[in-house]
T-cell receptor
């Protein structure tokens, strides 16, 4: 079991470019969550998705950020027109079901640097 | 709004010591609680998951307790080793309106000196 796979591990973008972060959940997991860790801050919830469905995006900035989890392929977190403040580590987690005592499994993260 | 606090923010101990990391949360209506370890520049490794109906969980040298009524959890590490040096994160799992999410504390950075 390869675990939660995130790529790229590191991403450098110039201000105004687009960033695409990918996450493949663990085999058998149908729930994906994205979290952001700003420097010297704790991890903050961004969005919760199931296949083809956004369940909760209450933690997502209203502009420039979007997420999807298509029927086939990885979940994508997309940041348009990046700014310096978007520089952070973005982590993806997956779980098999909600309401069950399985806990969450996290990927290694994507470290986004905006220059 | 659920808030999670971890004390201390940093801790430095000599190898071999037993130590306790503290976590408190403001709303006792949690589903579960999970402790993680994060090494510098790395992802999160799950250490222990405590269901809301449980009072403690053990794995090797680690023991985590949960007291929902007082809004507290502790992570006990026995016979600490330099390899235990990392940031330890406490997170409560909350459910609301069909959604589920983790609310994290800012962590305790542990250094175990040889």
């Amino acid at each position: 079991n390869a675990g939660v796979m995130q790529n790229p591990r590191h991403l450098v973008r110039r201000r105004g470019q687009e960033a695409r972060l990918r996450c493949s959940p663990m085999k058998g997991h149908s729930h994906v969550y994205w979290y952001r860790q700003l420097p010297e801050e704790g991890l903050k919830f961004m969005v919760y998705l199931q296949k083809e469905n956004i369940i909760d995006e209450s933690g997502m900035p209203k502009e420039r950020f979007s997420a999807e989890f298509p029927k086939e392929g990885p979940s994508i977190l997309r940041i348009q027109q990046v700014v310096r403040g978007d520089s952070a580590a973005y982590f993806c987690a997956s779980s098999p079901l909600t309401g069950e005592p399985y806990g969450y499994t996290f990927g290694s993260g994507t470290r986004l640097t905006v220059v | 709004k659920q808030e999670v606090t971890q004390i201390p923010a940093a801790l430095s101990v000599p190898e071999g010591e037993n130590l306790v990391l503290n976590c408190s949360f403001t709303d006792s209506a949690i589903y579960n609680l999970q402790w993680f370890r994060q090494d510098p520049g790395k992802g999160l490794t799950s250490l222990l998951l405590i269901q809301s109906s449980q009072r403690e969980q053990t794995s090797g040298r680690l023991n985590a307790s949960l007291d929902k009524s007082s809004g507290r959890s502790t992570l006990y590490i026995a016979a600490s080793q330099p390899g235990d040096s990392a940031t330890y994160l406490c997170a409560v799992i909350v459910t609301q309106g069909g959604s589920e999410k983790l609310v994290f504390g800012k962590g305790t950075k542990l250094t175990v000196n040889p």
